[in-house]
């Protein structure tokens, strides 16, 4: 038994050891310190010993003269949010004419825009700058990464920002009842709230948000238009660049 102890327990011990440090160190070097805190970046097995996967797993399989001996440790905590630029995931994108999800009122195809498109998040700004209208809508089932989108298609528009362009700004429309506020003045109050700066009437003057709404200066980014009731009327601007 006690061979079979040093040349089955010990060595997977050890690799089990080293493969959870490794995983610590790794997230620590990348940007994430929650191993590294809790005590997980650490050659000492009893800091990733799991009482089942390490020990009584393998036990249970050595007793009964297994062909071969499984087991595992503690997982390490990642925060992956904590990550130093973590790559996106590249989502493949189509156009599409189907009216599943379609918000009552809004999605009509432009009529020169009829041409299928398609690719990754990495061409769809282009792919919007070259739009007649600049109008995109992004539709999809919950969690197939509407929201990601927004924010990757909203931060790629701004890196490629002239002057003279409307400014992208990502907005929700949680809170924006149609009936009693129109689009523009619920967008000049949303980007207000978001932007208080703005408030400074001596500096912008009076009204600073509504008149960059208002003279076109602002290309609104809306993530979450699906999420308004299906009972209110929408009646957003389609003169206008959208997203």
Same mark, same amino acid.
Not at 59 to 64: D, G, K, P, Q, T
């Given at each position: 038994?006690?061979?079979?102890?040093?040349? /089955? =327990?010990?060595p997977?011990?050890?690799?089990?050891?080293?493969?959870?440090?490794?995983?610590?160190?790794?997230?620590?070097l990348?940007?994430?310190d929650?191993?590294?805190w809790? !005590?997980?970046v650490?050659?000492?097995p009893?800091k990733?010993?799991?009482p089942?996967?390490?020990?009584?797993l393998p036990?249970?399989?050595?007793?009964?003269h297994s062909? +071969?001996? +499984?087991? $595992?440790?503690?997982?390490? #905590?990642?925060?992956?949010?904590a990550?130093r630029n973590?790559p996106?995931?590249q989502? &493949? /994108?189509?156009?599409?004419?189907?009216?599943?999800?379609?918000?009552?009122?809004? !999605?009509?195809? @432009?009529? &020169?825009?009829?041409?299928?498109?398609?690719?990754?998040?990495?061409?769809?700004? @282009?792919?919007?700058?070259?739009?007649?209208?600049?109008?995109?809508?992004?539709?999809?089932v919950?969690?197939?990464g509407?929201?990601?989108?927004?924010?990757?298609?909203?931060?790629?528009?701004?890196?490629? /920002?002239?002057e !003279?362009? *409307?400014v992208p700004?990502?907005?929700s #429309?949680?809170?924006?009842?149609p009936?009693?506020?129109s689009?523009?003045? /619920?967008?000049g109050?949303?980007?207000?709230?978001n932007? *208080?700066?703005?408030s400074?009437?001596?500096? $912008?003057?009076?009204?600073?948000? @509504? @008149?960059?709404v208002a003279?076109?200066?602002?290309?609104?980014?809306?993530?979450? =238009?699906?999420?308004?009731s299906?009972?209110?009327?929408?009646? #957003?601007? +389609?003169?206008w660049?959208?997203?």
């Open positions: 038994m006690a061979y079979e102890i040093s040349i /089955w =327990l010990l997977v011990l050890i690799a089990v050891t080293f493969h959870e440090a490794a995983h610590g160190f790794v997230a620590h990348l940007g994430d929650t191993a590294w809790l !005590g997980r650490s050659f000492n009893w990733h010993v799991d089942v996967g390490t020990i009584l036990a249970m399989l050595l007793l009964m062909p +071969f001996l +499984f087991g $595992y440790a503690k997982p390490v #905590p990642v925060n992956f949010r990550l973590p996106p995931i989502v &493949r /994108w189509a156009t599409t004419d189907s009216t599943e999800g379609r918000i009552p009122g809004i !999605g009509a195809a @432009h009529p &020169r825009a009829s041409s299928r498109m398609s690719g990754t998040l990495r061409d769809i700004t @282009h792919k919007f700058l070259e739009l007649p209208g600049r109008q995109l809508f992004i539709i999809g919950p969690g197939s509407k929201t990601a989108t927004a924010l990757l298609f909203t931060l790629s528009l701004l890196r490629l /920002w002239a !003279g362009e *409307p700004v990502l907005l #429309p949680v809170g924006w009842d009936q009693t506020r689009f523009q003045e /619920w967008m109050d949303e980007i207000l709230a932007y *208080p700066a703005l400074e009437t001596g500096r $912008y003057g009076e009204r600073a948000a @509504h @008149h960059l003279t076109g200066r602002i290309l609104p980014v809306i993530d979450g =238009l699906d999420e308004i299906e009972s209110l009327s929408l009646n #957003p601007p +389609f003169n660049g959208f997203v």
